[in-house]
């Protein structure tokens, strides 16, 4: 079973920057297509960026391109989430996920496993 635990939220500043980290145990961590998505209160789950087993170019929802940066190191179990010019808009919990799949998705319904979340809160 594998397992996701993310960290790196917290409160900050529009304009500011935040580092979010996912680390995976149980599994085949370098054999898994990694995504972040977020949930604003009484929105629903939407896709932020992915990246594929093997890492390199990361795709992303066109409300973060250009501030936000996916990455991951397979030797350290742990996909990344770097996120500059932070929105208010950008305030929501943050989850990690992991798909089986080789190819990288944006479809929430294509990721099996799921961290609990990081809240991330962007003040005005």
């Known amino acids: 079973q594998v397992q996701l635990v993310e960290s790196g939220g917290g409160l900050v500043q529009a304009g500011g920057s935040l580092k979010l980290s996912c680390a995976a145990s149980?599994?085949?961590?370098?054999?898994?297509?990694m995504a972040w998505f977020r949930q604003a209160p009484g929105k629903e789950r939407e896709f932020v960026a992915t990246?594929?087993?093997?890492?390199?170019?990361?795709y992303y929802a066109d409300s973060v391109k250009g501030r936000f940066t996916i990455s991951r190191d397979n030797a350290k179990n742990t996909v990344y989430l770097q996120m500059n010019s932070l929105k208010p808009d950008d305030t929501a919990v943050y989850f990690c996920s992991a798909s089986t799949s080789m190819y990288a998705s944006s479809r929430s319904s294509d990721y099996t496993y799921w961290g609990q979340g990081t809240q991330v809160t962007v003040s005005s």
């Open positions: 990246i594929s087993w093997r890492g390199g170019i990361g």
């Open positions: 149980g599994g085949t961590f370098s054999s898994y297509t």
